[in-house]
Structure formats: structure tokens, C-alpha cells
Nanobody, 124 residues
Framework: QMRLQESGGGSVQVGGSLTLSCTAS????????MGWFRQGTGKKREGVAN????????HYSNSAKGRFTISQDSAKNTLYLQMNSLKPEDTAMYYC?????????????????WGKGTLVTVSS
């Protein structure tokens, strides 16, 4: 089973930026798709962004569009999430995920591989 390890979380002020990284054992080439989810305290898990690793096609949630960018570096086996203009409502645990055909990147249903998460806290 693929192992995913996130890093890059931390505390930042409103309007600041963070870049999350996720390294994948076995390499990105072995994946169908990858993405980022988040879950705030008392909130449901939500998809933030995902990328199809063969084509590079990306999708973003409405809350992420225009502020977040998902990217991949196959040579480094690493997935990234660049987050700009951060808001307090972006505070959450962020999880990296690697899916298979049919995986739902809005709900997370059908995604077999998950990292343990990295915490992002945005304060005003």
C-alpha cells in the first residue's frame, strides 16, 4: 500500500501563504490521481484540489479557486499545495490522498491511500 507523508503545515496570519508537500512512496507515476482534503474541527471532510498525475489536469473546490494551486514534481515523487491569501476558515488538518479510477475527490469516498495530515492554522 502506498505511503503518503505530508509536511509544511503551520501557523500563519490572515493573508499569508503556506506550501504543503506530500511525498509518495512508490512514486507519483504509480498513481492514477492525487489530491488534498481538509477537515476543520467539527466540520466534514472536504476536497480542496486534485490532479490527474498522467495528464496534469487539475480541479479545485470553490473555496480554493484562485487562491490555491496544486502541482506535482514526479522527479521528487512529491505533490504540492500552494496556498495564498489564507483566511481563518482555511484552518484545518490537511490530508494528502492518492486515488484510483472512480475515486470521489469531493467526498473522499473510494480513495484507498491517505496521509496522516498536517495542521494549518490561520489567525487574525
Amino acid at each position: 500500500q502506498m505511503r503518503l507523508q505530508e509536511s509544511g503545515g503551520g501557523s500563519v496570519q490572515v493573508g499569508g501563504s503556506l506550501t504543503l508537500s506530500c511525498t509518495a512512496s512508490g512514486g507519483l507515476a504509480s498513481t492514477h490521481s492525487m489530491g488534498w482534503f481538509r477537515q476543520g474541527t467539527g466540520k466534514k471532510r472536504e476536497g480542496v484540489a486534485n490532479i490527474y498525475t498522467d495528464t496534469g489536469m487539475t480541479h479545485y473546490s470553490n473555496s480554493a479557486k484562485g487562491r490555491f494551486t496544486i502541482s506535482q514534481d514526479s522527479a521528487k515523487n512529491t505533490l504540492y499545495l500552494q496556498m495564498n491569501s489564507l483566511k481563518p476558515e482555511d484552518t484545518a488538518m490537511y490530508y494528502c490522498a492518492a486515488g484510483v479510477p472512480g475515486s470521489d475527490y469531493m467526498s473522499g469516498d473510494g480513495i484507498p491511500n491517505w496521509g496522516k495530515g498536517t495542521l494549518v492554522t490561520v489567525s487574525s
